[in-house]
């Protein structure tokens, strides 16, 4: 966990703020196989906003786990898209999370931001964007803007700095990653053709799920390479 107050208690009280660790223990009561990168990968696909402190550690407020905890629901009992489910949450009146037939515009591809926008959204300067796309670990779509994924990806990049690192070191991450992608990619494809409109909602959740996994490994893989390098 990369933020200094993670021992902050897990309960939320009426006015008080929780660290993102606090978060993590009390949405594992229900959701034993949420991490501390997935409660990012939300923040950063917009599906929860935690204010910030002026040294930059995230807090939550008691409303802001809830909606979480709702996320993670509507994924797990109905297998929506996380867009579907932005969409729905913005939309719904706070308690209601039941899920809804998805309008087909709903559908659609999610929407690109213009460059001005991922550069706010993931509070990076342009220069350190320009340096990430010369060595392509983002870029613009095809259609001219960028994917919400890529406000992720430049905070990432962007903490990883902060130890040093710099985007020359990244590109085997990114290589690998492309990898892993094709090899998710031939296991849920059967899915994705499917005629059954569940099992094809199905294949969403089964990305995710391999995602994780392969995260875990990773992990799993990097702290064990760095113990016997320190043997």
Do not use: N
């Amino acid at each position: 966990m990369s933020d200094a107050d993670t021992d902050a208690p897990a309960t939320a009280v009426a006015g008080r703020l929780m660290s993102i660790g606090g978060v993590l223990v009390q949405l594992r009561e229900e959701f034993p196989e949420v991490t501390i990168s997935k409660i990012r990968f939300l923040e950063a696909e917009g599906l929860v906003e935690p204010q910030r402190t002026p040294s930059g550690y995230r807090k939550f407020s008691s409303a802001d786990v809830a909606r979480l905890a709702r996320v993670l629901r509507m994924q797990r009992d109905h297998y929506l898209p996380l867009r579907v489910i932005r969409e729905q949450l913005d939309a719904a009146p706070p308690g209601d999370d039941a899920p809804r037939e998805p309008a087909p515009e709903a559908r659609a591809e999610p929407d690109l931001l213009t460059r001005a926008q991922l550069l706010r959204r993931a509070r990076v300067a342009e220069g350190d964007l320009a340096d990430w796309e010369s060595y392509g670990l983002l870029g613009p779509e095809a259609q001219g803007g960028y994917d919400p994924q890529a406000v992720a990806v430049a905070r990432l990049c962007a903490e990883l700095g902060r130890y040093g690192i710099e985007p020359r070191h990244l590109k085997g991450a990114k290589a690998a990653a492309e990898r892993e992608a094709g090899l998710i990619e031939q296991v849920i494809a059967p899915l994705r053709m499917h005629r059954s409109p569940r099992t094809r909602a199905d294949a969403e959740a089964a990305a995710q799920e391999l995602i994780g996994l392969a995260g875990r490994l990773h992990s799993v893989l990097l702290q064990s390479a760095l113990r016997a390098r320190g043997s």
